[in-house]
């Protein structure tokens, strides 16, 4: 399926507002997409798609702004997706450039400087080092039916946890969590938090 968002426009003497869909037009319902098998394989082969019987998506943009280089498109990948990247959890490939965690060094410096801080890449790859070793502290689990405190922690827990942050060290604690599926089944999984003193002049960061 796609789309396509233009200006109110005119074809001939046929008026047409600005949002137009390629998908299944049998008129049970609007935006539909197609399962024409040989429609896809078509439009597959045209695009040049690589991906063949993978889940996952595919974005075909036929006609991209002249402005849209390469340089561009490297640039946003670095500067919204470094987190997923510098975790392992993404690899994007723009031509024969691939950004992961193994090359983004190299692409990062090829670009324009500024496409992120030294900073926050620096925070992501000590919480990235630190994720496979024990954390600083796990939280009782009993913090899902109130919140987390220092009076929960207990005062030289906290008192230490704060010494440490103001230390500048990287904190990394873990909460226990209890989560429930659609048919009620519970499944124990945690989140973890890592937490740092902002350098001299930076702005303080929150990463999700």
Same mark, same amino acid.
């Given at each position: 399926?796609?789309?396509?968002?233009?200006?109110?426009?005119?074809?001939?003497?046929?008026?047409?507002?600005?949002?137009?869909?390629?998908?299944?037009?049998?008129?049970?319902?609007?935006?539909?997409?197609?399962?024409?098998?040989?429609?896809?394989?078509?439009?597959?082969?045209?695009?040049?798609?690589?991906?063949?019987?993978?889940?996952?998506?595919?974005?075909?943009?036929?006609?991209?702004? #002249? /402005?849209?280089?390469?340089?561009? *498109?490297?640039?946003?990948?670095?500067?919204?997706?470094?987190?997923?990247? !510098?975790? +392992? $959890?993404?690899?994007?490939?723009?031509?024969?450039?691939?950004?992961?965690?193994?090359?983004?060094?190299?692409?990062?410096?090829?670009?324009?400087?500024?496409?992120?801080?030294?900073?926050?890449?620096?925070?992501?790859?000590?919480?990235?080092?630190?994720?496979?070793?024990?954390?600083?502290?796990?939280?009782? #689990? /009993?913090?899902?039916?109130?919140? *987390?405190?220092?009076?929960?922690?207990?005062?030289?827990?906290?008192?230490? !946890?704060? +010494? $440490?942050?103001?230390?500048?060290?990287?904190?990394?604690?873990?909460?226990?969590?209890?989560?429930?599926?659609?048919?009620?089944?519970?499944?124990?999984?945690?989140?973890?938090?890592?937490?740092?003193?902002?350098?001299?002049?930076?702005?303080?960061?929150?990463?999700?």
């Amino acid at each position: 399926m796609g789309q396509a968002v233009l200006r109110n426009h005119t074809i001939g003497e046929v008026e047409s507002d600005s949002v137009g869909f390629w998908c299944r037009s049998d008129g049970r319902k609007r935006g539909v997409p197609t399962d024409d098998r040989e429609l896809c394989l078509t439009l597959r082969e045209a695009a040049h798609l690589s991906r063949r019987n993978q889940a996952g998506l595919s974005l075909i943009i036929p006609f991209v702004l #002249p /402005e849209i280089t390469k340089e561009l *498109i490297l640039t946003a990948t670095i500067r919204n997706y470094y987190f997923p990247i !510098l975790t +392992e $959890r993404l690899t994007v490939f723009v031509d024969e450039t691939e950004v992961s965690a193994r090359t983004f060094d190299t692409v990062a410096t090829s670009l324009p400087e500024g496409a992120v801080s030294s900073s926050v890449l620096n925070f992501v790859r000590q919480m990235r080092e630190c994720g496979d070793a024990a954390p600083s502290l796990v939280i009782a #689990p /009993e913090w899902q039916r109130t919140h *987390i405190s220092g009076e929960m922690l207990g005062a030289e827990v906290a008192a230490n !946890l704060r +010494e $440490r942050f103001r230390n500048g060290e990287l904190i990394f604690v873990r909460a226990p969590l209890t989560i429930k599926d659609k048919d009620n089944q519970s499944y124990k999984t945690s989140i973890d938090l890592f937490k740092k003193k902002r350098g001299r002049g930076k702005r303080a960061r929150r990463l999700l």
